[in-house]
């Protein structure tokens, strides 16, 4: 059974940082892109970046956010600093196949942000 647990949220005010992390379980997720979303109140998910053949970032995030992959541990991280009110969400980890939809998604971890 495949299970993606994310851990690191937490209450943090504005400019500080926090450094999440997603733990893959019952697959080996060295060939697939992984990625991490977000979702604030009243608003759809969105993407927040993701490493596979390359690394990619939402506007809105480059610079402060840093996605990186640990494929000892399967695991993949995202520091975030200098965090903004905006951040607050709900963050999940997600992974796909090459060219594939995201199909394995975690259960999410609640980020908030003070100002």
């Known amino acids: 059974q495949v299970q993606l647990v994310e851990s690191g949220g937490g209450l943090v005010q504005a400019g500080g940082s926090l450094r999440l992390s997603c733990v893959a379980s019952?697959?080996?997720?060295?060939?697939?892109?992984m990625g991490w979303f977000r979702q604030a109140p009243g608003k759809e998910r969105e993407f927040v970046a993701s490493s596979g053949t390359s690394t990619s970032y939402a506007d809105s995030v480059k610079g402060r956010f840093t996605i990186s992959r640990d494929y000892i541990k399967n695991t993949v991280h995202l520091q975030m600093s200098s965090l903004k009110p905006e951040d607050t969400a709900i963050y999940y980890c997600a992974g796909r196949r090459t060219g594939g939809r995201y199909e394995y998604w975690g259960q999410g971890t609640q980020v908030t942000v003070s100002s």
């Open positions: 019952g697959r080996t997720f060295s060939r697939y892109t």
